[in-house]
């Protein structure tokens, strides 16, 4: 089989840039992969978008979801040539399930006393809403405490905002029920409680690896990342 393409999805405050040590490991592996952009808009309308721009590539498709992409990656990797998934302290939801109602089954991180938000306003093509994003203050001890302090700075101001909307949109559909799934559970993450990862993972019936590190693992230990995907491509394989 073909390697597959790796298509990495970005979580809420961050770009595609917040996997430039994992690009960089997987590119000087061989390994074909892209890191695409998400508008942080809607669950649906991102995976939507996700979903879209897998289905451009030719061959088979390995999607990493981390954090909100998580939830996203659950949804568009239902996408044909999807072989298999790779939540990175992500939102394994079940279908008809919110992200809201899946971090309800557990106590509260530290990430909602941290968070900011944001009227944007309605125009021609969208409605108005809140945009979400964390204090810069509180950006590096709820989700970047093991990330290089001028790394974590930059990331605290150059947030990519999330819409408030995302969080309470459920799932249309799972796609670990039909892919083979693999996940890295964070057991330092103040951002997504260890817990709330391990039960999504389990019910996904992912391979699960856990790993001493904040909720920004691709920053903190991008070498576990990479060798996570490497080793999820031998198993494609």
Not at 47 to 75: D, K, P, W
Not at 183 to 197: E, F, H, K, S
Request: hydrophobic residues 50%; negative net charge; proline residues 7%.
């Amino acid at each position: 089989m073909p390697t597959p393409t790796v298509v990495l999805v970005h979580g809420a405050f961050t770009d595609a840039s917040s996997y430039q040590p994992v690009t960089k490991g997987l590119l000087d592996s061989g390994i074909p992969v892209v890191a695409v952009a998400v508008p942080n808009r809607s669950l649906i309308g991102d995976a939507a978008l996700v979903r879209a721009f897998v289905e451009t590539i030719a061959g088979s498709v390995l999607l990493v979801g981390h954090s909100y992409g998580g939830a996203v990656i659950t949804e568009a990797g239902t996408a044909p040539n999807v072989v298999a998934l790779l939540y990175l302290a992500g939102y394994a939801l079940a279908e008809g399930e919110s992200i809201a109602q899946l971090q309800g089954r557990f106590p509260d991180s530290d990430l909602p006393d941290a968070l900011i938000q944001t009227p944007f306003p309605a125009t021609e093509h969208s409605a108005g809403g809140m945009d979400v994003s964390v204090d810069p203050s509180e950006f590096a001890s709820v989700l970047a405490a093991d990330v290089d302090p001028g790394v974590a700075s930059v990331l605290a101001v150059s947030q990519r905002p999330v819409a408030a909307a995302a969080f309470a949109e459920p799932a249309t559909t799972a796609a670990w029920r039909a892919r083979p799934t693999w996940a890295v559970l964070c057991t330092a993450d103040r951002g997504i409680l260890p817990q709330v990862q391990r039960f999504g993972y389990e019910r996904a019936g992912a391979a699960i690896r856990e790993v001493d590190s904040s909720n920004l693992v691709m920053l903190s230990q991008p070498a576990v990342v990479v060798d996570v995907i490497r080793e999820v491509v031998g198993a494609l394989g």
